[in-house]
């Protein structure tokens, strides 16, 4: 088995909340505020785990990191 993986593989990655500041240049405790806001996906619990789904945090940012929570009664 090689070292690379392929392109259903890469889409499928979680990300720990080091390796998404990272792609955010941001602190880890900022990634949990933004998260706790509702203004980022939402992360995946795995347990005690946190993570993010590599996917959905690229498209995100492709989006311009628009707010991901809706407002109160948004729907009514």
Known sequence: MSGTL???DAS???L?????AEMLGCS???VYRLSDAGKM??????????RWSASSIR????QG?????TKKGAGR
């Open 41 to 50: 996906p939402a992360p995946v619990k795995l347990g005690s785990l946190v």
């Open 28 to 30: 880890q405790r900022h």
């Open 16 to 20: 720990d909340v080091a390796a998404v």
């Open 65 to 69: 990191c628009p707010c991901i929570r």
């Open 6 to 8: 392929s392109p259903a």
């Open 12 to 14: 499928a990655k979680l």
């Open 59 to 62: 498209e995100w940012i492709d």
